[in-house]
């Protein structure tokens, strides 16, 4: 998984708690991604961050918050759980390949809202 | 909006045919594939890309194959074994250079 691993790899949590997801690459990688994985979606853009503390929104942000005080954490935060979103949550980390930005995956986190 | 998608959901190969996996996509200002196996239980693994200045490129029993003319994508496997068994996506950047977008998906099985 190139050198990325996410924690914890499984979670079961309540509706209206607040859930934390840790994204660690050891690549050095300047951009890193959070995507969540649900049948009939495929694979939605949450968040992403371009450098330590630059951040942007994708297309599927409300509801979640991201921060990244290191090169080598990027910590996903869902501020009050919703059933809606009990999925599966991909952190992804990019770097020029000589073609183009290519992303790497990590092993994905499942996360059950109940 | 902008979307890439697949022509088939499901695919079914006998082990040490070839495979090809089709992908059309939409946005004409995307200039970066890639192609995508993902397993039952794990991320997506990074099979092979593909820049908008070429039209074939092969990997190890995989060559992708780029059509800009009908914004059609391909990946094709040679001699399929039964560990190719898995969902393969393509993926476009047309938000972006850094920022992409997947199909859904075609779930390729093996049969012995």
């Known amino acids: 998984d190139a050198g990325i691993t996410q924690s914890p790899r499984h979670k079961v949590t309540e509706t209206g708690t607040p859930v934390t997801l840790r994204c660690h690459q050891t690549?050095?990688?300047?951009?890193m991604y959070w995507y969540r994985q649900d049948p009939g979606h495929g694979l939605r853009l949450i968040h992403y961050s371009y450098g330590v503390k630059d951040t942007d929104k994708g297309e599927v942000s409300d509801g979640y918050s991201v921060s990244r005080s290191k090169t080598e954490d990027f910590l996903l935060t869902l501020e009050s759980a919703t059933s809606s979103q009990t999925s599966v949550y991909f952190c992804a980390i990019s770097d020029w390949g000589g073609a183009g930005w290519e992303q790497y995956f990590g092993p994905g986190t499942r996360l059950t809202v109940t | 909006g902008e979307s890439v998608g697949l022509h088939l959901p499901t695919l079914s190969v006998q082990e040490g045919d070839n495979s090809i996996i089709n992908c059309a996509y939409s946005n004409s200002a995307s200039d970066y594939f890639i192609w995508y196996k993902q397993e039952s239980g794990k991320g997506p693994q990074f099979i092979i890309d593909i820049r908008s200045n070429m039209d074939k490129r092969q990997g190890q029993r995989v060559t992708v194959l780029l059509n800009k003319t009908v914004k059609h994508l391909s990946l094709q496997i040679a001699a399929t074994q039964p560990g190719d068994s898995a969902v393969y996506f393509c993926a476009e950047n047309g938000q972006g250079a850094q920022k992409l977008v997947f199909g859904q998906g075609t779930r390729l099985t093996i049969n012995p």
């Open positions: 690549e050095n990688h300047r951009y």
